[in-house]
Each structure stands twice: as C-alpha cells, then as structure tokens.
C-alpha cells in the first residue's frame, strides 16, 4: 500500500494586506494541529467564528500522536470525524505485558459491550490532522484557515490580544477578543509571554520508529520489559494502518541522540525485534521523557490549551488525548461568554478542571517513567519482585506500570458541579463523563446515548421521574415511551430512576432527587458560573 503523501495546503493573501478584514476576531487559534483544528470546528459548532494561523502548510510529518482513547473519539464523534477515524484505524483493546520472553499478564479495557466507539484505535495524526483540515472547510463562514501565517508578537490588552503575523506576501496585524495558543510543546506564544514552564525531565531516552511492513502482529498493544531481542531495556509495539508499525525502544540517558538517529544504528535493533521479514523506515524521532505544566492556563485574554499548556511522555497516550479533553472542555464555555450567556468567570472553571487533569497525567506520567527506568539497585529489584509476582496475582498487576493508558478526568467536587443530595450505588455523581450505552429510537432504530447529549445543556430523565415543565432544557428521556433501554445498558449505567442536568461537554453537572423548577436552575446557573447559585 502506498504511504501517506503529504499534500500542501493553499495560502492566499490575508484580507488585512487587502483592505478587505474586519476590524476585530471573535478569536484566533494560534497552531493548526489536532488541538487547534478541534477548537476551531467546536467553536463553529457553537455558532462561533475564528481565525486559525499557522507557519506551515502540511500536516504533521510522522506517525506522532497515534493512539486516541474512547473518550476522545467520543469528543470527535461530536465534531463530526469521529467514525472517519475509526473506520481509518486500527481498532484495539487488549493489551500484553511481556517480562524478558514471557508474558505476564493480558487486559481488557473495555470488557462490556453497548459504546458507539471503542476502546483505543491507533491512527497516525497526520491522518487526524487532514481529516480534521477537511471538516474545517464545511465551515468556510465560520473558520479562516490561514497557512504560512507566522504569529512573531503577541500584546495583551485588557479588552482583547493583538497578534503581528508574518506571511510570504507580508506582514500585518490581528486583534482578536481571545487567542488560543495551541502551538505545541515549544509553543512561541508561551516564550513571547516569557511564561515558566515548570516540571521535570527525566534521564532517559527513546527511539521512535515507523516501519513499513508485512507481518501478523495482533492489533494489541505489546509491552517488554527486558526483553532477548533488547536486552536489560524496554520495548512496545502498536500496529497502525498501512501495514506501519510504531515501535518504541528504549535506549539510555548515555546514548548519543545524533548517532542513534543514524538509519546504521537503527536497522539492527528493529532487525532484532521483527526478524528476516523485509521492512523499510518510514519516520524515526528520539525523544526524552518530559512532565511539564504552566501554572495557570489563562493569561487575561491568551488561552493555553494541549501541549502548549502541559506535556507528558508519550507512554499512556495522554499527551494528544489530553490536548482534545482541553477542547472539549474550554469551547463551550468561550462560546457562551462571548454570546453573553455567561460571564467571564466561567472561563476560570477551565483553568480549574483542565488543571486537575493535567496533574492527574503528569502523575501517572511520572510514575510509569520511574517503573520503566528504575535508578538504583533497590528500584530494579522492586520492579523483577512485581513482575514475577504479577503473573500469578492480581494484587501486583496494579503495582505494574508501562503508562497507566488515558482515562477521563472526573470533574467530581469542582466548582460547576452540584454536589449530589448524597450517594447512591449504580448512579453516576456529578463531575462523571457520560457513559455511552446502546438505545432504541422512537422508530425502532438502533443507536446510541451520547449521539443524543452534548452541544448543550440537557436534562436526561431515566425512567418515570417527573420533569417540571417550567424548566427551560431540552430534556431526554430514556423509558418506556420515546427512546426504550431495551438492552439494560442505561440503567446499568445511569440507574433506573434518575435525573442528571448535562453539560455541553457530555459531563454530569448534577443529580437530582424529585426536584422542582428553581432546584434545577440553580444547578444550571452554578454550572455556567454564577458562584452564588
């Protein structure tokens, strides 16, 4: 099959060097990656116009972010790319964990049935960048994309962001009401802000290698420690489409990156891995374990979202997931202020649980490193005693780490959400991501949950508990009548009687036990902001 051709995207001379630009944007979206591209369709989603720059004009050379977790595509289903990827990737949720040439232990990440989207698919990104660049273009009144348009200078005002941009035909000038750097992990707008980026870098370095081949590896992940074919080191492989295959190797903190990069020094070690079967490289990159993070995410008028804001290493799959969480979480909330549904302060509420997020994976980051690349006798010694005792024990498989993979982050106690009048088993408390589970519609057809939630505030209605009809929601209801839980999965999920106000980011912001009118708005107004609901 052949390879991904890296087509190049038009430029065209930006309406600020033709007289013909508005005098202000609503926002601009600095970096056209899988985080800014995803910002730009979900702000149009919400009605909401931006202006997208980037300094180049093809997507992202190399596999890069390859696996995207359930919860992502469930953020891209809504985009509207969603099964695009699917259909495209390589479909997976077993993985194995191999100590020298034995295997220790298999798992399952999603062992239950009833979700539109799977476990994991892995999917190269530039792939995900194309078909999010495609999506973009069903918006051409609400998304300028703006190619070999280089942002140099950022000033900060107190109504808005003005923006010095470079491009082949000149320079010119921009002030948007909000900026978006979503520039990536060296993100220039963060150096002109002269912002720290605080965190660690761990000694430790990898090599990153898509391979092009024929081969019958299971569409699992497969994880080494020790393993014969590299010794006294790690090693994972994911299938990927295309017949490439990712392979990470780790190689030491002495290793010379320059000399690693050389195809003479890498053509033996995947030798070694794969065997006789013909093979050829298609990308390689090195790379040290990295867990970063700004301390706020929102400097008046700039935003930071993805790797911008936070990195991590790659073993996980947190960092791209992570980015699109971001997303998913800040649009609908600038959609609002700027429409002047809420005020300013609901965009603190970004700060608050996108920052509990990114903790939360630099966390597990940092702790998979130091179980990967143990320093120290007493370290390595811990590690052999837990993988020999986690093939036979279930205890030790939690003691095992080679990246805790992405789940999302619960939003429980935070400030939007209501707590709940108090704890029940088999219902879901308030700050939870919406499970999906199969549904039947109205007219007899099959579908699913999360298909019907999301975009906007909801009241999903479980059963026959009533719904006053002063509140002004849309409500869904799943029952007897209307849309049938014929398979069980909502009750199993959600309970059998129950009411939830929904985010628009498919999030729980409350429960409630027989409420009335004002019970219910309140909730809503604590969930746009209003501190004093």
């Known amino acids: 099959m052949a390879r991904y051709t890296y087509p190049k995207f038009a430029t065209r001379t930006a309406p600020e060097l033709s007289g013909t630009a508005p005098s202000r944007y609503a926002v601009a979206i600095v970096g056209a990656g899988p985080v800014g591209l995803s910002a730009a369709i979900d702000l149009a989603l919400h009605g909401v116009a931006s202006v997208v720059l980037d300094d180049n004009d093809v997507v992202s050379v190399g596999s890069r972010a390859i696996c995207w977790a359930k919860r992502t595509l469930e953020i891209f289903d809504r985009l509207g790319v969603g099964q695009r990827m699917v259909d495209k990737g390589v479909t997976w949720k077993v993985g194995r964990l191999f100590h020298g040439d034995r295997e220790v232990y298999a798992f399952d990440l999603l062992p239950d049935d009833g979700h539109r989207m799977p476990a994991f698919i892995n999917l190269q990104q530039y ?118 295959y990712r392979i990470d190797l780790q190689l030491g903190w002495d290793s010379d990156p320059e000399e690693e990069r050389r195809p003479e020094r890498i053509i033996p070690r995947i030798r070694a891995m794969v065997g006789d079967r013909p093979f050829e490289l298609d990308w390689t990159s090195i790379y040290t374990f990295q867990c970063r993070r700004l301390e706020r995410f929102i400097h008046g008028r700039v935003i930071f979202a993805g790797d911008s804001a936070h990195v991590v290493s790659p073993f996980g799959a947190r960092g791209g997931n992570g980015g699109i969480q971001d997303v998913d979480n800040l649009c609908w909330k600038l959609a609002m202020v700027l429409r002047g549904d809420a005020g300013p302060s609901l965009l603190h509420s970004y700060e608050e649980e996108r920052g509990r997020g990114a ?58 959400q209501t707590p709940a009048p108090s704890q029940a088993a088999g219902l879901l408390e308030p700050g939870t991501a919406c499970p999906d589970a199969a549904i039947e519609l109205p007219d007899g057809q099959s579908g699913f949950l999360l298909e019907r939630l999301g975009g906007c505030f909801h009241l999903l209605a479980i059963g026959d508990v009533p719904v006053s009809a002063d509140i002004p929601l849309p409500v869904l209801r799943v029952g007897n009548q209307g849309i049938r839980d014929t398979a069980g999965q909502v009750g199993q999920r959600y309970g059998a009687q129950a009411l939830y106000l929904i985010r628009p980011d498919q999030h729980v912001a409350a429960r409630f036990h027989l409420p009335d009118a004002h019970t219910v708005q309140r909730a809503l107004r604590r969930a746009l902001g209003d501190h004093h609901a």
């Open 127 to 244: 792939h995900v960048e194309q078909y999010l660049v495609d999506r973009c273009h069903d918006f051409p009144d609400l998304i300028d994309l703006r190619w070999k348009n280089k942002v140099t200078a950022v000033a900060r005002r107190a109504d808005g962001v003005t923006l010095q941009v470079e491009t082949p035909d000149g320079d010119y000038s921009l002030t948007a009401d909000y900026v978006l750097a979503c520039d990536g992990a060296r993100s220039p707008v963060r150096g002109m802000l002269g912002l720290d980026f605080a965190g660690r870098i761990f000694e430790e370095r990898f090599l990153i290698a898509d391979v092009e081949m024929q081969a019958d590896f299971p569409s699992e992940r497969l994880f080494w420690f020790e393993p014969s074919f590299h010794a006294g080191q790690s090693a994972l492989l994911h299938k990927q489409p295309d017949n490439i």
């Open 359 to 416: 903790d939360e994976n630099i966390l597990h980051s940092s702790r998979a490193t130091n179980f990967m690349t143990p320093k120290g006798e007493m370290a390595q010694v811990f590690r052999r005693a837990v993988l020999d005792l986690a093939g036979r024990h279930e205890f030790a498989r939690r003691l095992v780490n080679s990246g805790r993979l992405s789940q999302p982050c619960s939003l429980t106690g935070l400030a939007l």
